[in-house]
């Protein structure tokens, strides 16, 4: 059987992923996977409509479809996310309707199933059969059993095909409402207290919903506040993949975003990131302005900063692009998320009012220096950078364990002397059934307790 390979690296054949497609076709001579290198020669893909009909083409005369990629960023590289949005601007999602559909992926599994849940999600949306997704760790080649069981994923996925087995759905299809949002002066103006506000969007339309709404976040301050285009920004492509600013936080690209960034964004003491919704994520500009902030490494440029969104479009029906906004916010920024607006009241008084409350927050958050402690996906995710960035990966990231050194931020459990030496002592005392019995007995309330008595002595 035919199998298209629609490869999301822009790294081409370099991409690691690709090597465990390879590894498949090793060992399973008998079908033909024939590998696409869409994120890779996208900027032809998007000039030259033969290429891109070519590549529709062999997707209509294939039994499957494997997509495979490498995680960048929360999501799929910004390359791959155009791609799909060609497929829907050109109107082929035809090509792609009752096709079996897999995903493979390699990561160091910070947040890959917010990638996965994406992709399946947009297969779902072509109307795909979705037969499953296996994500890989970068070294997993190197593990017998990690080696098994791709070729397992692979044989279920050759299975289903053969066999027209069933599939299952997680995603309902977005539903657009056609709701004009219509904004009006506010009564009272917020004092930005001397912060810096910044606002980016990506839309031209001051008659959009999204272009009001930044109009009437805007009016919500009693000063002028910033607000700039993606589209004025001198970006010339998304992310390469080359890795060569783990050194030193410094980009091979030889464009204006790297100084836009550090110069116009990083100075800014409140961030509102606003948006439309498109398919299941934002626009793939906005996913190329997130992979190229990643010159930063996994190092949190943002950190201590305000950050919030203002989104128009069906974002509660996508709770998989609300994660990976929040944790775009604390997982990889250690910032304070304040709040996301959306036009999905679909009642203008109410908007403008949440508006107006959302503007006032971040002043106040600014000015207190709040931050929220983090939560389980934000705490996790900073273990698999420290743990990683502390081992393996340390010769290519030497910028970000630079800075996980000077910040404290290798906060490794065996650090904490007092518990090294206090817990083998107790674990050695509750053998003792007596010792045993008391111990637990004081569990329910002794933590409880310590606290009450520090609460008594603080202010």
Known sequence: MKIIVLNGSPKGEDSITIQYVAYIQKHFPQHDFRIIHV??????????????????????????????????????PAQYMRFIELVSERGMEGAFENKYAAVITTSIHFYDHTAHNYMRAVC????????????????????????????????????????????SKLFNPLAFSDFAYQPTEPETRVDTKGKKILVLTDTNDSNSNLGKMIARFKQSYASEIEVINLKDVDIRGACLGCMQCGYDYNCVYQDGFASFYNQRVRTADMIVFAGTVKGRYLSSMWKTFYDRAYFWNHTPSLAGKQLGYIISGPLRQNSNLIQILEASSTARQYANHV????????NSAEIDALLQSFARRLVVCAEKGYLKPLNFLAVGGHKVFRDDIWGRLRPLWQADYRYFKKH?????????????????????????????????ANVKSFPSGRLKKLIEHVD
């Open 124 to 167: 779902e949306d072509l109307r795909m059969k979705f037969v499953d997704a296996i994500s890989l760790d970068i070294i997993d080649m190197m593990k017998e059993g990690r080696r098994r069981e791709i070729l397992i994923f692979a044989q279920g996925f050759i299975k289903a095909i053969r066999e027209q087995a069933a599939t």
């Open 39 to 76: 994120s890779q020669q996208i900027k032809k893909i998007e000039k030259d409509q033969k290429v891109f009909q070519e590549i529709i083409d062999e997707i209509r005369t294939a039994d499957g479809v494997l997509w495979s990629f490498g995680l960048w960023v929360l999501c799929v």
């Open 408 to 440: 404290g931020l290798f906060d490794f459990p065996h650090k904490d002397y007092k518990i090294r030496m206090l817990t083998p002592i107790l674990m050695l005392l509750t053998r003792i059934p007596a010792i045993r019995k008391k111990y637990y």
């Open 339 to 346: 709040d996301i607006i959306t036009d999905e009241c679909e």
